[in-house]
Nanobody, 124 residues
Framework: QVQLAESGGGSVRTGDSLTLSCAMSGRTGSTYCVGWFRQTPEKQREGVALLGSRDGPTYAESVKGRFTISRNNANNRIDLHMTNLKPEDTGLYYC??????????????????RGQGTQVTVSS
């Protein structure tokens, strides 16, 4: 079992930056594929950033150049650094993980583990 807990969300203004953190615990040794997703009423689930695929870090087109995903193995943490935030970035952000290796790691799959999420609200 793997437990995931997000933190760092909040209410910010357009153009601000925010870093979300996902603390992983439990059997994290085989957690090869990790990602950040966001949920909104319009797009039920959107894969924002992914780490572990053959292509290296991958991002949704809407966040490329603004968001950066990183993994800190020493602290068992996955961070999502978000810059130049826009109102359309508003949503419930959650991290997810699975044991897939590079060939299978994709935001299109249903991850085995996910956290409860942290809300990000961007106002203009």
């Amino acid at each position: 079992q793997v437990q995931l807990a997000e933190s760092g969300g909040g209410s910010v203004r357009t153009g601000d930056s925010l870093t979300l953190s996902c603390a992983m615990s439990g059997r994290t040794g085989s957690t090869y594929c990790v990602g950040w997703f966001r949920q909104t009423p319009e797009k039920q689930r959107e894969g924002v950033a992914l780490l572990g695929s053959r292509d290296g870090p991958t991002y949704a087109e809407s966040v490329k150049g603004r968001f950066t995903i990183s993994r800190n193995n020493a602290n068992n943490r996955i961070d999502l650094h978000m810059t130049n935030l826009k109102p359309e970035d508003t949503g419930l952000y959650y991290c997810a993980s699975d044991t897939w290796t590079a060939d299978w790691c994709s935001v299109d799959r249903e991850f085995k583990y996910r956290g409860q999420g942290t809300q990000v609200t961007v106002s203009s």
